[in-house]
């Protein structure tokens, strides 16, 4: 069955990184396009980021761009989200998801925290 499984949240300070990664399995991951999105506490799940199957375009939130980085390694089934320059406007569970077989497919999500 398809799973998708975060990893990489944690607490970290204003001005720092954290880098997300999404395990992929029971598809053929290297086809299909990828996503993290996120939710804020009393907010509805926003798209962050977003990468082609074959990693050739992304596409960002106006929120993250320039400071978020989505990538993907299909060798290894897994995309990634760099995420530096933190600010606490950045806190939220952070999810993987991917249209796979005609529905969507979450992961669990992981939370990142921004505080000092």
């Known amino acids: 069955q398809v799973q998708l499984v975060e990893s990489g949240g944690g607490l970290v300070q204003p001005g720092g990184s954290l880098r997300l990664s999404c395990a992929g399995s029971g598809f053929i991951f290297s086809s299909y396009r990828m996503s993290w999105y996120r939710q804020a506490p009393g907010k509805e799940r926003e798209l962050v980021a977003a990468i082609t199957s074959a990693g050739g375009r992304t596409n960002y939130a106006g929120s993250v761009k320039g400071r978020f980085t989505i990538s993907r390694d299909n060798a290894k089934n897994t995309v990634y989200l760099q995420m530096n320059s933190l600010n606490p406007e950045d806190t939220a569970v952070y999810y993987c998801?991917?249209?796979?077989?005609?529905?969507?497919?979450w992961g669990q999500g992981t939370q990142v925290t921004v505080s000092s």
């Open positions: 998801n991917s249209w796979v077989y005609g529905r969507d497919y």
